[in-house]
């Protein structure tokens, strides 16, 4: 196997021990923080050539998300390594219990292209801080970020412990033979599948980030320009090919009138009356995943935008009326700069559309009126919601980011990555004496003995509390 | 299966596992199946393999009942949605973490303690709200028929099961899509379970098993020391997931401990052990005939009887075991204790990080830095110093393995945050748009400083590990 020879020089580098002291930790993350400081341009430059990331986009989302990550991580770190003692019974009063957080060793993070620089380093980052090594596979799709990742990472981190692979589809499945200790990848379902099936042969925990068709519903009572701005913004935002990205709008017939002209409106404010001349609209990374997106256009009819430019990978931020269940664009996630709009009758009917489907990423609701953002919120199932906004709950380190069913299992960002890559232990030190507290539990079995044992084991149960 | 897993599903999507009130009602339910099937489940346990009354008063109804108690007691706060910390963005947003059920989930239990290892799990699985189909062993069979005849007598039938099967059923229950499967047995059936819910990317927590070491320093009460191994060997005749599985010591401990360990038998189980009505018996044929096949390595300084007809073997301590004998290869599951001599406690951690991680490490030694050592320098799933098997007595302790020996944890809170998707939640205004402007295109760098003050997280001076 052609890693084998690698990851076992990461598996013997791990052994050692030289990733567990919280010293060698911090200096691999400020590490990472010089490379984003130091390589910032390049990732600007690279990112721009793989997909005409508009470089405010790139620092935003590719720069600035991470160091907030790097920073919370920093941050807190000695808090989250420490031992958590736990709350004992009688008899243990005077032993000590906690949850020691233990690394699980070599770990391997598979990254996909849409966001190339953050979707491998925020695991990383969690990785590194909860005392692994890593096996990075940045994604082949985005060639000149994959290639900026390989040169000068590894100038940065301890080559002991962590390095990054460069590897087409045939290469990761043998990867993939080896024995790794935990895996986490973002990518599509179909491939998720994959990862998982090669992880049981080695009983390998997984994390996986996988995507689906997010839903945005919207209700008659709601801020139209408000909500068109809110809704373009993250359809619309690196071409549309977000994991989170709202991808079809339920709405009734009249809202669906009333966004139209707004979300006109929000387009032209956002890119000018030709997107294709924007500095600030990306394009499709590749040749495929342009057709594929481009025959999803045949669906509903084109309201708004529609144009595409093969050469350059254009697709116009389009927006699409009337479109059914049955059509192209209601078939996978769009992933481009499509926003497809199936009209319902009302929230019911709504909520009835979205719990049919697999459920998705992120789910959207925009209203007004409280009530029916909670509505939605409690009776559909996803990974994580927004009330009123697309997107933004993923800024916020202090909120698990993870998929349910089709889109992932698992959960990561801020402590959640540490925790993520961390097993707990639950330990227990008892003292070599006192054996009389032990004694009640060791045959001859009498009846007493096991009253005793009850008394002091045994948790009772207190007066009711009530759900506040 | 896929009528009973449609109707499971349908209950779901009704919402009515989803208050408080319907899940205390189950959990209290659970309560009354245990008080009021005692008698029926000690004379099944009796049946199925010899548990003696008091291990199963204690490892199968108390320790269920405890896990009750505790659940019922925290649920309300379990439940709530937990608010974080927010950046300056969204200062007046409401953000916080649901706690959702993930929806018809799979429970398989194994044998060898098949009350509490099925229903330990059930508690967490109904109190975060989840519909569950159950799978008892079926080797255990009196056991499994009194679950599949009464369980369900006292929990909601639209959204509780109990599946009777073999390995072909099961893997035909496997085909249908769940939500959350919960797999205890042994490593490569784990596999399997893994690799069919990897079809559905249903996610799996696994409680497998391995072999788990038990060092003995050369600092310690040799009495007391071989009291608590004992006791964690034999309980249950061995068959404990989390029992010592071999004794690594120096050659000096192992003619103290020799003798400490026959008088701590004797003084358990009697001078004849199989006389005793509190030591339980194994399983099966097929596994009385595997467990009996170990004993033909090194030889039994303790015991080493055995009967075929009551499927009795005796507590046994082996001795001149060979890294390579059989005994070492598997997990022994059953009444058999070998010892195994290491110069130092560096050759024991050697010995121990050349192998499988276990489901639990044990460790006596008086001397704490001993037994620090131990723990830093091996990984396992869970680890007891100076005593066996009481870790999992906490249930404030995440109870479950690490590479060979399972993933995912469980036990108290942790059951109920397996059982749950932590969902979270952004709760943003529909008006203050001024807030949002910075973000939109046309993008302009000087606006960047502002969007990055109201959601970075800055580097704070530098905190020390207590």
């Not at chain 1, 990461?10 to 993350?29: D, F, H, I, N």
């Not at chain 1, 009572?221 to 709008?249: E, L, S």
């Amino acid at each position: 196997n052609p890693y084998a020879g690698l990851v076992s020089h990461l598996r013997a580098a791990w052994l050692s021990g030289k990733t567990r002291p919280m010293e060698y930790r911090v200096a691999q993350l400020e590490a990472l923080g010089r490379f984003l400081d130091e390589k910032k341009e390049d990732i600007l430059e690279a990112t721009a050539l793989d997909m005409g990331k508009p470089s405010f986009e790139a620092y935003f989302s590719e720069i600035l998300l991470c160091k907030n990550e790097l920073n919370d991580t920093l941050n807190n770190l000695c808090h989250w390594m420490k031992d958590e003692h736990v709350d004992k019974n009688l008899v243990m009063q005077l032993d000590s219990a906690f949850i020691r957080k233990d690394p699980y060793g070599v770990v391997l993070i598979i990254a996909p292209w849409n966001y190339p620089i953050h979707l491998f380093l925020v695991p990383l980052i969690g990785a590194i801080a909860a005392g692994n090594c890593v096996v990075v596979k940045p994604s082949e799709i985005t060639k000149n970020t994959e290639r900026l990742v390989a040169e000068t990472l590894s100038c940065y981190l301890d080559n002991d412990c962590f390095a990054v692979v460069t590897a087409g589809v045939q290469e990761t499945t043998r990867l993939l033979e080896n024995k790794f200790d935990y895996i986490f990848f973002t990518g599509s379902p179909s491939v998720g599948r994959i990862i998982m099936t090669a992880a049981a042969k080695h009983l390998t925990p997984v994390t996986l980030e996988l995507g689906g068709k997010n839903p945005c519903y919207v209700s008659d009572t709601c801020d139209v320009p408000n909500v068109a701005r809110r809704v373009a913004w993250g359809r619309f935002f690196n071409a549309g090919q977000t994991c989170i990205a709202p991808d079809y709008v339920l709405c009734s017939v009249e809202m669906q009138d009333k966004l139209m002209p707004a979300l006109r409106e929000a387009i032209t404010e956002f890119f000018g009356s030709n997107p294709k001349e924007s500095p600030d609209f990306a394009r499709i990374v590749g040749d495929k995943q342009f057709q594929r997106i481009r025959a999803l256009l045949c669906s509903g009819r084109v309201a708004i935008g529609g144009q595409t430019d093969e050469k350059e990978r254009y697709i116009a931020p389009t927006v699409l009326a009337d479109v059914r269940p049955s059509d192209p664009a209601m078939q996978e996630e769009i992933f481009g700069p499509i926003l497809p709009i199936v009209v319902v009758s009302n929230m019911d009917e709504a909520i009835d559309f979205i719990n049919a489907r697999p459920r998705p990423l992120a789910i959207y609701a925009f209203s007004c009126d409280s009530k029916v953002v909670n509505q939605v919120l409690e009776r559909t199932s996803s990974g994580g919601f927004c009330g009123n906004d697309t997107l933004m709950h993923v800024t916020l380190t202090s909120l698990p980011f993870g998929g349910i069913g089709n889109s992932g299992l698992g959960k990561y960002h801020g402590k959640f990555t540490f925790d993520t890559f961390s097993h707990h232990r639950g330990c227990l030190h008892r003292t070599m004496g006192l054996e009389a507290l032990n004694t009640p539990r060791y045959p001859p079995y009498t009846q007493q003995k096991l009253g005793l044992l009850t008394a002091a084991f045994e948790i009772k149960r207190k007066g009711m509390c009530t759900l506040l | 299966h896929a009528g009973l897993v449609s109707h499971l599903r349908a209950a779901w999507l009704s919402g009515k596992t989803r208050p408080m009130e319907y899940r205390v009602a189950q959990l209290e339910a659970l309560g009354r199946f245990l008080d009021e099937k005692k008698e029926d489940i000690l004379e099944a346990t009796a049946s199925d393999m010899g548990k003696p009354p008091f291990e199963v008063e204690l490892s199968e109804i108390s320790i269920c009942r405890s896990e009750l108690n505790h659940t019922l007691n925290n649920l309300g706060t379990w439940m709530k949605d937990e608010h974080v910390e927010k950046t300056w963005a969204t200062q007046l947003d409401s953000a916080f973490i649901r706690k959702d059920p993930y929806g018809v989930v799979l429970i398989i239990g194994p044998w060898n303690y098949p009350i509490n290892l099925l229903l330990v799990p059930l508690i967490g699985a109904i109190a975060a709200g989840n519909c569950v189909v159950m799978k008892p062993s079926e080797i255990s069979r009196n056991v499994e028929r009194l679950v599949a005849e009464t369980l369900p007598r006292y929990l909601d039938q639209d959204c509780f099961a109990v599946v009777t099967a073999g390995a072909e059923q099961t893997t035909s229950l496997l085909e249908n899509k769940f939500d959350y499967i919960f797999f205890t047995g042994s490593p490569s059936v784990g596999r399997i379970i893994m690799t069919a819910a990897a079809k559905h990317l249903t996610p799996v927590t696994l409680e497998l098993g391995g072999k788990n070491p038990c060092y003995v320093s050369d600092t310690c009460d040799v009495p007391n020391v071989a009291r608590r191994v004992a006791w964690g060997r034999f309980f249950n005749a061995g068959q404990t997931c989390i029992a010592p599985d071999y004794v690594l010591c120096s050659a000096e401990m192992q003619e103290k401990l020799l003798p400490a360990l026959r008088e701590a038998i004797t003084e358990f189980y009697g001078p004849n052990p199989q006389e005793s009505p509190d030591f339980a018996r194994i399983v099966g044929d097929k596994q009385f005939q595997r467990v009996q096949a170990l004993l033909r390595n090194g030889h039994a300084a303790i015991g080493g009887q055995t009967d075929a007809e009551t499927r009795y073997i005796a507590p046994t301590v082996l001795v001149d075991v060979q890294q390579d004998d059989p005994v070492m290869q598997e997990e022994i599951f059953g009444p058999i204790l070998p010892i195994l001599t290491v110069a130092s406690v560096d050759d024991a951690i050697a010995f121990i990080n050349a192998r499988e991680r276990p489901l639990a490490l044990y460790v006596f030694s008086s001397c704490k830095k001993v037994v620090n050592q131990v723990l830093e320098r091996t990984s396992s799933g869970g680890f007891c110093a100076n005593d066996t098997i009481m870790h999992m007595t906490l249930t404030t302790l995440p109870f479950g393995g690490i590479g060979q020996s399972g993933l995912g944890r469980y036990h108290g809170r942790s059951s109920f945050e397996t059982f749950s998707h932590p969902r979270s939640a952004l709760l943003r205004g529909a008006g203050r748009e001024a807030l949002n402007a910075p973000r939109y295109p046309p993008y302009d760098p000087r606006r960047l400083p502002l969007l990055r003050a109201a959601t970075e997280t800055k580097r704070r001076t530098a905190c020390t590990l207590l």
